[in-house]
């Protein structure tokens, strides 16, 4: 009985089995990379090309939001990748399908365990997210956690760039690139630049971190930077992307006319010169990797054979134009001081070969780090590393005690000893400490050990100086050769300072050049809608640019501004002293000169002024008789100048003269406020005076704001009269100025109540009907 289940059971897998291939081999049928591109099967690559690159244009998944855009694209890259791979398009077009063509694109990778006593072929299933172990073996030694790529690889990127692939185990898509991705990673590995895979579904911080949102994707990381990968997942543009990730200007491209400029630039920038001699007319991208990861110690330069301008350096170098060379030149540019030449440059090969030039024969100490390599601390007795320092000046008098030293350089063959030079001028602190003597002559050699980190040494100095002469190098042999036997002559000790960088002033150079490439990358993220990472940066830089346009405008108009204003209140003043108001025509318009521009309300101007006046507009209408008219509208002018900037403020004055009934019929709306100053005649009546009195009239919401005026000058009246008595005309005289300076303080406190009226502070008394100016129709 358990037999025959197990039989049934057999069957039933077995079955799966066949339809599972029956439905893989029809939709290897249905793909054709020819109808996908729309092309014939005699198309040119060119064609291909063209075809392809406007399909992948319009099928971007960025671009296309059609739910079928992504699958599309991946149709289309596929069929790009067969149809222009010479080996495929022949076995596509001869069997039907290619390696490549299965519905998965992964061939056959033999049975897997499944269950303790079932076996399945687990391409029929092909789905790498049953668990992380059923994740494509080959990814898993390049698999990045969060701490590895803070800790290995940021740093190691300022060496080399690293390929970083974006997936996870529910990534359908990753499947289709698989081949893609195999093969560009076995041909980078051997140029060395890094790879690294982050499975989003294990590592999500890290791929926060980098700004990965989607999978798959693919990212470089070159000095600490990150940038994406935007174009079709095919061979070539990934190795096109890692060679766009390297800084510009790695290698400089040398031909007869440069040559000389180029290698003579040894003194200057204190590095060996490398020349690479190749037929092909672009730097290959194994030289510019090489250029990067030793950019600060070799300066590199590419000789393209094929061109005529470089025939004379051919010639010179007597260049082999079968094979690579590539030749080191150090302090003598007419003799290269190392050579290497092969059909197969390896890696491993240039990179040995260029560690053993990585310095000059007798280099110059222009920062720590160089001192640090050159003369390194004593680790063990048997690893003792001596330097002999030179310690010289710039001028052209100790050329000859510079060149012998660099002679003597040149002829040394012991690696126990090292020597370099420094300009006492540019590491005065290093040179103080070794020349406790400061008044010894200069040239100056020390032969010295370090002994810790700390910058301890032990050291001594040469006697009698350095000029060059055989006798000083003579003597100073003979104390290498005594340092041999025994180190204990080197009797004095003493602690370094550390050395000044000499190449800061380089330092603005090569933030134009970061900043260059820096702009590149942002353009180019631009160029592919790429916002998510661009946003935070574009965000910060417009907010930058228009705070700093924002206050140089504003800081402009102030400027302006306050030059304007004097000036219009001078002539304000010379019109008042004149006693010639500044009336215009009927214009409820705002004022853009620079005057107070005031309407008398009559008859004509009283409809437009304020029956029918704009809403949210207000009309200031100052109070006056004819003998005050020429006083009040000065002042008038002068405390309400500072509001005429208002679109929603007019000024009119009012004759209370001609219309005082039409005054006491607005005021009665206003009874609470009501203060009236009153002015007793010789029969004892009371007389009503609005002279001075100041109303704000909204037409359209009916309601005026009143301003009443406060004498605020001095009393002349209350001066007491001299002593025995004046004339009459002199007592007429006094009152008559009494009189015109309570006039002209009438509106001293104007300006406060103006403010308070912009603020809405002011109260309001509103009226049911504005009452006509030529007829006066009071509804009591």
Known sequence: MVKMRMMVLLLSVMMVNVLLMDAMVESTAEFDPYKVLGVTRSASQAEIKKVYKRLAKEWHPDKNKNPEAEDMFIKITKSYEILTNEEKRASYDRYGQTDNTHPYGRGHHGFRHFHDNFYFDESFFHFPFNNKGGRDFADSKYTLHFNQYISEVVPDSFKRPYLIKITSDWCFSCIHIEPVWKETVQELETLGIGIGVVDVGYERRLANHLGAHQTPSFLGVVNGKVAFFHYAVVKGHLMQFVEDLLPQRLVEKVTDKNNQEFLKSWHELNKPHVLLFDQVPSVPLLYKLTAFAYKDYVQFGYVDQGLSETADLLRKFNINTYAPTMLVFKEDVEKPADIIQAKGMKKQIIDEFISNNKFLLAPRLVNQKLFDELCPVKQFHRRRKYCVLLITGEEESFATGNEAFLSLASANTNDVLRFAYVYQRRQQPLCDVLLKNKDSTLPQVVILERRNGAGKILYKPVSGGWNGSKEDKHKLLEELERLQKDPSILNNDAVLPELNNEFTSMFLIRWIYTAYDYLAEIIDDLLHNNWREVMPLLSLIFSALFILFGTVVIQAFSDSSEEKQPKTKAKEASKAENGSPNTSST???????????????????????????????????????????????????????????????????????????????????????????TDEDEAGSRKLDYTGYVLALNGHKKYLCLFKPVYTGEDLDSKPEEEGGGSRSRKGTTRSRSTTLQIHHKLDRLGLWMERLMEGTLPRYYVPAWPGLDKITVNK
């Open 587 to 677: 214009s409820s318009r705002p004022p853009k000169k620079n005057f107070v521009e005031v309407t008398e309300l009559t008859d004509i101007t009283y409809t437009s002024n304020l029956v029918k006046l704009r809403p949210g507009h207000i009309n200031v209408v100052l109070v006056l008789t004819d003998p005050t008219k020429n006083i009040l509208l000065s002042k008038f002018a002068k405390e309400v100048y500072s509001f005429t900037g208002s679109f929603t403020l007019h000024f009119s004055f009012l004759n209370v003269d001609k219309h005082g009934e039409w005054m006491a019929a607005v005021l009665e709306y206003a009874q609470d406020a009501m203060q009236i100053d």
